[in-house]
T-cell receptor
Framework: DTEVTQTPKHLVMGMTNKKSLKCEQH?????MYWYKQKAKKPPELMFVYSYEKLSINESVPSRFSPECPNSSLLNLHLHALQPEDSALYLCASSQEERQPFYEQYFGPGTRLTVT | QKEVEQDPGPLSVPEGAIVSLNCTYSNSAFQYFMWYRQYSRKGPELLMYTYSSGNKEDGRFTAQVDKSSKYISLFIRDSQPSDSATYLCAMRTSGSRLTFGEGTQLTVNP
């Protein structure tokens, strides 16, 4: 089973709203990732959690706030977003962050529209 | 110069054709190479991964890595309309950060 689930599938929010994206995996993976993907572009890494601790933050604006409540769950809290933040937000997981011979498995994504 | 170069296409082929998708890279520290398939409005799906120079085959798919030339390829034999998608090459050093190509949009026509 290589399934990563994400909710919601679609989200429309205003610039003053607060919302959260959720990601879940039950593969026993200890590394989880948030990516942002704009149309016709590859995914861009935002955050990496390893063993529930934030290990990489790619200089993402503070209006994006990640959280890893446990080894299976990853959240992305959104506040005061801008229209240019509209994109597909992808979650991924892998067995470990810093070991060879693992790979990242992606969820289906949440399509976010900021109005 | 981008670390990973991939022709974005679009590439259109008839059903049954052999498809060749390619990426070149400049960072000799890349050790691990992946191909992801992404259908429209879906997340990327890991298709194949290889860690050494040479070929790796899985059904109709063959991944090829030539580290000396810094060149990787994905071949799809007997292509099907269901193969129509964007194909992303990705690679990494020993860390977790993936560097993606821009993706090649493939259409297989019935």
């Amino acid at each position: 089973d290589t399934e990563v689930t994400q909710t919601p599938k679609h989200l429309v929010m205003g610039m003053t709203n607060k919302k959260s994206l959720k990601c879940e995996q039950h593969m026993g993976h200890r590394a989880m990732y948030w990516y942002k993907q704009k149309a016709k572009k590859p995914p861009e890494l935002m955050f990496v959690y390893s063993y529930e601790k934030l290990s990489i933050n790619e200089s993402v604006p503070s209006r994006f706030s990640p959280e890893c409540p446990n080894s299976s769950l990853l959240n992305l809290h959104l506040h005061a977003l801008q229209p240019e933040d509209s994109a597909l937000y992808l979650c991924a997981s892998s067995q470990e962050e810093r070991q060879p011979f693992y790979e990242q498995y992606f969820g289906p994504g949440t399509r976010l529209t900021v109005t | 110069q981008k670390e990973v170069e991939q022709d974005p296409g679009p590439l259109s082929v008839p059903e049954g054709a052999i498809v060749s998708l390619n990426c070149t890279y400049s960072n000799s520290a890349f050790q691990y190479f992946m191909w992801y398939r992404q259908y429209s409005r879906k997340g990327p799906e890991l298709l194949m991964y290889t860690y050494s120079s040479g070929n790796k085959e899985d059904g109709r798919f063959t991944a090829q890595v030539d580290k000396s030339s810094k060149y990787i390829s994905l071949f799809i034999r007997d292509s099907q309309p269901s193969d129509s998608a964007t194909y992303l090459c990705a690679m990494r050093t020993s860390g977790s950060r993936l560097t993606f190509g821009e993706g090649t949009q493939l259409t297989v026509n019935p």
